[in-house]
C-alpha cells in the first residue's frame, strides 16, 4: 500500500537553483495539495488541485508552480530557490475535494544555502 | 480569508494527566473539522466533525464541535510519557482549502 509517495525526501540547494520535488498517490484521489511546515507555524497550504487540469493558489504560493496532468501525480517546482523556503514540504491528498481525511507523505526536507 | 486559531501553543503536563485543547475557525461556509497528530513525522489523523457528526471519542482521545461557537476541543485522558506531539487543528470550507492552526505542542513528562 504506497498512499502518497514523495521523492525527495532530502533536498540541499544552492540559491537560484530550480527543482522539482514530486508526489504520487495511488489511492484515485481527486485532490492533492501541497504544504510546507516551519517551526512555530503550523502547515500552511502553497497550492492545490481538486482534479487533473485543475490547480489554485493556497496561503503561501509565491516561489512555487505547480501542475496536475494527471490524477496519481502533483509536483511542485521551485523554479529559483530562496534560503526562505528552506522548509518541511508535506503533499497530501484526500479522495474527495470537499471533504475527508487527508493522507499525508512522509515529507521533504529542503535546505537552499 | 480562512483562519484556524488553536491554543495553548505549548503545553507541559504530568503523566497520568487530562488535557483539553483548544481550537477556533473561521471559514467561508463551514464543512468540517479535522484533528492530526504529529510525532517525527508526517501528521495522522485523528478525527474528522461535521454538521453530522460533532462528537468523536477513541481511546483516550475524544472530540466535540460547538458550531455555535465555532471551535472546537480535543480532550485527552490518562496521557502518557513517550514524547513530545504537536496536535493539529484543520477546518474545510466550501473553497476546499484545508486550513490548519499552529498546533498545540504537547509534552508529557513522567
Known amino acids: 500500500n504506497a498512499g502518497v509517495t514523495q521523492t525527495p525526501k532530502f533536498q540541499v540547494l544552492k540559491t537560484g537553483q530550480s527543482m522539482t520535488l514530486q508526489c504520487a498517490q495511488d489511492m484515485n484521489h481527486e485532490y492533492m495539495s501541497w504544504y510546507r511546515q516551519d517551526p512555530g507555524m503550523g502547515l500552511r497550504l502553497i497550492h492545490y488541485?481538486?482534479?487533473?487540469?485543475?490547480?489554485d493558489q493556497g496561503e503561501v504560493p509565491n516561489g512555487y508552480n505547480v501542475s496536475r496532468s494527471t490524477t496519481e501525480d502533483f509536483p511542485l517546482r521551485l523554479l529559483s530557490a530562496a534560503p526562505s523556503q528552506t522548509s518541511v514540504y508535506f503533499c497530501?491528498?484526500?479522495?474527495?475535494?470537499?471533504?475527508?481525511?487527508?493522507?499525508f507523505g512522509e515529507g521533504s526536507r529542503l535546505t537552499v544555502l | 480569508e480562512d483562519k484556524v486559531v488553536q491554543s495553548p501553543l505549548s503545553l507541559v503536563v504530568h503523566e497520568g494527566d487530562t488535557v483539553t485543547l483548544n481550537c477556533s475557525y473561521e471559514?467561508?461556509?463551514?464543512?468540517?473539522l479535522l484533528w492530526y497528530k504529529q510525532e517525527k513525522k508526517a501528521p495522522t489523523f485523528l478525527f474528522m466533525l461535521?454538521?453530522?457528526?460533532i462528537e468523536k471519542k477513541s481511546g483516550r482521545l475524544s472530540s466535540i464541535l460547538d458550531k455555535k461557537e465555532l471551535s472546537s476541543i480535543l480532550n485527552i485522558t490518562a496521557t502518557q510519557t513517550g514524547g513530545s506531539a504537536i496536535y493539529l487543528c484543520?477546518?474545510?470550507?466550501?473553497?476546499?482549502?484545508?486550513?490548519f492552526g499552529k498546533g498545540t505542542l504537547l509534552t508529557v513528562n513522567p
Open positions: 488541485s481538486v482534479g487533473a487540469g485543475i490547480t
Open positions: 471559514v467561508t461556509n463551514f464543512r468540517s
Open positions: 497530501a491528498s484526500s479522495y474527495l475535494a470537499h471533504t475527508g481525511e487527508l493522507f
Open positions: 461535521t454538521s453530522s457528526g
Open positions: 484543520a477546518s474545510r470550507g466550501s473553497n476546499y482549502k484545508l486550513t
